[in-house]
């Protein structure tokens, strides 16, 4: 998350927007992400209906949740899924934006012909 933090200008420039998913209670939830000072949307989900939702798995042997990214473009489809199999398994800012910008490109590209 302080990656995402610290890279948040470069997700705005490419015309993205981050939603990040928490397991906690909205209240702590709320307090972490505003200690954090988190620029983006959170948004608490204790019941698990976003992470079903998008298929994020649970490792009852990690304690928790599992890392998963999903890219949704602004038609709403998945553009882009990645699930962790260990908690450091995120893909890194710089691989994301590449994907973005690739992806900017073909939107722009097909808009044009």
């Known amino acids: 998350m302080a990656q995402l933090r610290q890279d948040y200008q470069k997700f705005i420039e490419r015309d993205t927007e981050i939603i ?4 906690e209670r909205p ?3 709320a307090d972490w992400w505003k200690h954090e000072k988190m620029p983006f949307i959170g ?21 928790g949740r599992m890392p998963a990214m999903v890219i949704v473009d602004k038609e709403g489809t998945v553009v882009y899924r990645h699930y ?6 995120i893909p890194s800012d710089v691989e994301i934006l590449s994907f973005l910008d690739d992806l900017n490109k073909k939107k722009f590209t097909n808009e044009i012909a």
Do not use: T
Not at 45 to 56: K, V
Not at 84 to 89: F, V
């Open 20 to 23: 990040a998913i928490g397991p």
């Open 27 to 29: 209240q702590l939830f």
């Open 43 to 63: 948004i608490a989900d204790p019941e698990h209906i976003i992470a079903n939702r998008y298929g994020q798995k649970v490792n009852a042997l990690r304690f």
């Open 84 to 89: 962790g199999k260990s908690m450091s398994d």
